[in-house]
């Protein structure tokens, strides 16, 4: 079965403190893995996605096959990062399975 | 711009009703679906829809249709609407195929059954 599991419901940090959200995953095929991002009062949209090995606000997520780990690190947080973030995977042509998301508070 | 529209941000419904939950997105694309958002649950995938009048149960189909007749609307059918379905619901689509993988949301229908 696939499975995302984003171990955090909350994650608190300090504006300029180093975030991580973690996310895991379980897939017998080649995944191909999201971070989605939903800003308050906002629709949940693209944050990043692994194929395109990019940086986005700051923020990048590494695919590590061996230890089925999308991590999204961003070196220094702001608070405008305050969000919901959800990790997703792509099975298939068509289902993409969302984990539980990470609510992440940027303290000032 | 792709323009995912929900019919309704808000809606309150009576237990029993059947409720009509409306999502045109105006891009053409083929693969649509509705999730609902709970708080500690994420995103539950209800139902998806890869072309006209295809349909595929996702991972909570169970209290709810759908339908599409025209590529650019998916509807879902609260056949008798119940308490447990109060939720946000979201509509996405996407293209699909290389390099168009991005789903596009729609803005929530906050759905509460009394």
């Known amino acids: 079965a696939q499975r995302v599991t984003q171990p955090e419901k909350l994650l608190s940090v300090f504006k300029g403190a180093p975030v991580e959200l973690k996310c895991n995953y379980s897939?017998?095929?080649?995944?191909?893995l999201f971070w989605y991002v939903q800003y308050s009062r906002q629709r949940l949209q693209l944050l990043l996605r692994?194929?395109s090995r990019e940086s986005i606000k700051g923020f990048t997520a590494d695919l590590n096959k061996g230890e089925t780990s999308f991590h999204l690190k961003k070196p220094f947080a702001q608070e405008e990062d305050s969000a919901m973030y959800y990790c997703?995977?792509?099975?298939?042509?068509?289902?993409?399975?969302f984990g539980k998301g990470t609510l992440l508070t940027v303290n000032p | 711009d792709v323009k995912v529209t929900q019919s309704s941000r808000y809606l309150v419904k009576r237990t029993g009703e059947k409720v009509f939950l409306e999502c045109v997105q105006d891009?053409?694309?083929?693969?649509m679906f509705w999730y609902r958002q709970d708080p500690g649950l994420g995103l539950r995938l209800i139902y998806f829809?890869?072309?006209?009048?295809?349909?595929e149960k996702g991972d909570i189909p169970e209290g709810y249709s759908v339908s599409r007749e025209k590529k650019e609307r998916f509807s879902l059918i609260l056949e008798s609407a119940s308490t447990n379905q109060t939720s946000m619901y979201l509509c996405?689509?996407?293209?699909?195929?290389?390099?168009?993988?991005?789903?596009?949301f729609g803005q929530g229908t906050r759905l509460t059954v009394v």
């Open positions: 997703a995977l792509r099975r298939g042509n068509y289902k993409l399975t």
């Open positions: 897939y017998s095929g080649s995944p191909e």
């Open positions: 692994h194929i």
């Open positions: 891009m053409d694309h083929e693969n």
């Open positions: 829809s890869y072309d006209v009048k295809m349909k």
């Open positions: 996405a689509s996407f293209q699909g195929g290389p390099g168009n993988t991005e789903a596009f």
